[in-house]
């Protein structure tokens, strides 16, 4: 009788019945899963194994990220997470690679995190420079800066290359919210 039912639910089920079950199904999926989504999106999240607790999260809180005198303080996601939906998504299936090195020990002590540090810098510089930096720019606006805040220098860098989509802030900032890796031996600029 059972194996009938659900070999054949339209016999016992109408079609309605089966539209708003699929609807209340495909809500409450789509809830889990927005759930297990931003669970993963929070400085907490980021930091419960100790290769980012012990590593970069200890370096950003030296920085002006993370204690200023306004208060104002960049978290993980922040900084490595899009915030439009869909971008989110996509680096979301990227970091999934990161789980393989979390299971396989890739960087399980500081000595395998400094020998990976520039490899691991340079996907996040190239992630930043093909985006534009838009997690930067998710809180630095151009258009709001004030040029005459700013060092002369800073100010010309930014007068010249800003909104010119030939640079971008990580091209000038690498090493902001992080040691910068050891980067002998190769070409800058």
């Given at each position: 009788?059972?194996?009938?039912?659900?070999?054949?639910?339209?016999?016992?089920?109408?079609?309605?019945?089966?539209?708003?079950?699929?609807?209340?199904?495909?809500?409450?999926?789509?809830?889990?899963?927005?759930?297990?989504?931003?669970?993963?999106?929070?400085?907490?999240?980021?930091?419960?194994?100790?290769?980012?607790?012990?590593?970069?999260?200890?370096?950003?809180?030296?920085?002006?990220?993370?204690?200023?005198?306004?208060?104002?303080?960049?978290?993980?996601?922040?900084?490595?997470?899009?915030?439009?939906?869909?971008?989110?998504?996509?680096?979301?299936?990227?970091?999934?690679?990161?789980?393989?090195?979390?299971?396989?020990?890739?960087?399980?002590?500081?000595?395998?995190?400094?020998?990976?540090?520039?490899?691991l810098a340079e996907h996040e510089?190239?992630?930043?420079?093909?985006?534009?930096?838009?997690?930067c720019r998710n809180c630095h606006?151009?258009?709001?800066?004030?040029?005459?805040?700013?060092?002369?220098?800073?100010?010309?860098?930014?007068?010249?290359?800003?909104?010119?989509?030939?640079?971008?802030?990580?091209?000038?900032?690498?090493?902001?919210?992080?040691?910068?890796?050891?980067m002998t031996g190769i070409p800058?600029?």
């Amino acid at each position: 009788m059972l194996w009938r039912t659900v070999r054949r639910p339209s016999v016992h089920y109408s079609l309605g019945f089966l539209t708003l079950g699929g609807f209340v199904a495909g809500v409450l999926f789509w809830g889990a899963f927005n759930t297990g989504l931003e669970m993963t999106n929070t400085e907490a999240f980021c930091t419960g194994c100790h290769e980012m607790r012990d590593n970069v999260f200890q370096e950003l809180k030296s920085t002006i990220h993370y204690t200023n005198r306004s208060g104002v303080r960049a978290s993980c996601p922040d900084c490595h997470v899009p915030h439009k939906w869909t971008d989110k998504i996509a680096r979301k299936m990227q970091a999934s690679k990161e789980v393989w090195g979390k299971i396989f020990g890739t960087v399980d002590t500081r000595e395998k995190f400094l020998d990976h540090r520039l490899e691991l810098a340079e996907h996040e510089w190239a992630r930043l420079k093909a985006n534009d930096s838009l997690e930067c720019r998710n809180c630095h606006n151009y258009t709001s800066m004030d040029l005459t805040r700013q060092s002369t220098r800073a100010a010309e860098i930014h007068k010249r290359w800003l909104g010119t989509g030939e640079k971008t802030c990580i091209d000038c900032h690498k090493g902001i919210a992080h040691h910068l890796p050891d980067m002998t031996g190769i070409p800058q600029g």
